[in-house]
């Protein structure tokens, strides 16, 4: 029989939270029974950013894929994009389409479709499902306290000022600023996913127990790039061990001005290191960002000999399209934010149970 007579794709319920656990077991034998009953994908209000597909006979579920849902803006057009992340398939069921049923069904709903965060398995996978542009996507590293030495000495003499503040779900002071970022660089932007303040809002709804700092840049009264940050709950990442580390979750200026990111990175390090942070990570794929970063101190995979230790922390990025789009190597702005990255990391641990 073919996977699709045995099978049925639908959207998770929470009626499916028992056998959820039991497909947690499956794929990640001994992780926390409620990695999946707890997830990001649960909050959006309209349906869960997820689809599963459910064996008919026994009613188990036997694979899953997260599918975190955003607006990709194509120049002036904006189009409806997911990017692939969860996507596991029971080992009782692996190999019998269900990875490529339950891919192709977001792809009904989504003219872009991208990944970020891929094993090499899944790569082969998503290859053999007509994805293309398999690239290594490296993480930074940096020290709060180092970086924000080096960037206030930077920074001296330029004329930015910032504002800084505490935002969640429920606290929106400061977000509105970034309509006005985001409508003034229509021209010339990169593609990437929309960054007004709709767009954070909708991020912030998926992750309601957290918090971020927001830091907003601006020449004289106009506002002109923002970061967006916050501390990881404590054992977020095995590799760090107890170590807190921070995480520069977003930023966009505009202008792509490295001076600008300095002084952004300069306000973010700065409450970091304040807090006790001596690690911060930071993803993205555009060169000039990179730039700024490497003087601060930040790390990257072709830095001699850490280097050679952060490619253990490189992700794979792919994607497929109905429209020609460019590499995400510089045409493509994405940062932990446009994945699934900065909605999982450390979630477990800071939701109430
Ligand atoms: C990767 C995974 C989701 C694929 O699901 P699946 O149901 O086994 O895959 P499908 O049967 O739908 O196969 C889809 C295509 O990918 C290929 N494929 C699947 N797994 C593969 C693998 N491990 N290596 C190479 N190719 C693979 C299949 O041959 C098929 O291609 P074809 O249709 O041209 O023959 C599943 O194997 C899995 O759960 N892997 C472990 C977890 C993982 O790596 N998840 C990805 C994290 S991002």
Redesign the pocket.
């Known amino acids: 029989m073919t996977a699709a007579g045995s099978y049925t794709v639908r959207r998770p319920e929470r009626a499916d939270l028992e056998r959820l656990k039991a497909f947690a077991q499956d794929?990640w034998p001994g992780s926390p029974a409620d990695k999946l009953t707890r997830r990001w994908w649960w909050n959006d209000p309209r349906a869960p950013q997820c689809w599963i597909a459910v064996h008919n006979d026994s009613g188990d579920i036997a694979?899953m894929c997260g599918e975190r849902r955003s607006v990709l803006v194509l120049e002036a057009m904006e189009v409806p994009v997911a990017s692939i992340?969860d996507?596991?398939?029971s080992p009782r069921?692996?190999?019998?389409?269900?990875?490529?049923?339950l891919v192709e069904r977001s792809r009904a709903d989504h003219p872009v479709m991208y990944?970020t965060?891929?094993?090499e398995?899944?790569a082969?996978?998503f290859t053999?499902?007509g994805w293309a542009g398999h690239r290594p996507l490296s993480v930074m590293v940096g020290c709060p306290p180092l970086v924000s030495a080096v960037a206030r000495a930077r920074a001296r003499r330029d004329s930015i000022a910032t504002r800084n503040y505490r935002i969640s779900s429920g606290s929106d002071d400061g977000i509105r600023h970034l309509d006005a970022i985001w409508d003034s660089s229509r021209q010339d932007r990169p593609i990437m996913t929309t960054r007004d303040a709709r767009a954070l809002k909708a991020h912030l709804r998926l992750v309601p127990h957290r918090s971020y700092g927001l830091t907003v840049a601006f020449s004289g009264d106009t506002p002109v790039g923002y970061a967006l940050y916050r501390t990881l709950p404590k054992g977020s990442f095995r590799r760090f061990g107890h170590t807190p580390v921070g995480l520069l979750a977003d930023f966009w200026v505009p202008e792509q001005n490295g001076t600008v990111l300095t002084r952004l990175v300069q306000d973010v390090s700065w409450a970091l290191a304040r807090s006790g942070v001596p690690v911060m990570l930071a993803l993205t794929t555009q060169s000039w960002a990179r730039s700024a970063l490497r003087p601060l101190g930040f790390a990257s995979e072709d830095t001699p000999w850490l280097g050679a230790k952060l490619r253990s922390f490189a992700s794979r990025a792919m994607h497929v399209s109905d429209y020609a789009l460019p590499d995400f190597e510089d045409g493509w702005h994405v940062t932990f934010v446009d994945n699934d990255m900065d909605l999982i990391f450390g979630s477990l641990a800071e939701l109430p149970t």
């Open positions: 794929i694979a992340c996507w596991d398939v069921h692996k190999g019998k389409g269900l990875g490529r049923m990944t965060s891929i094993s398995a899944a082969t996978a053999r499902l």
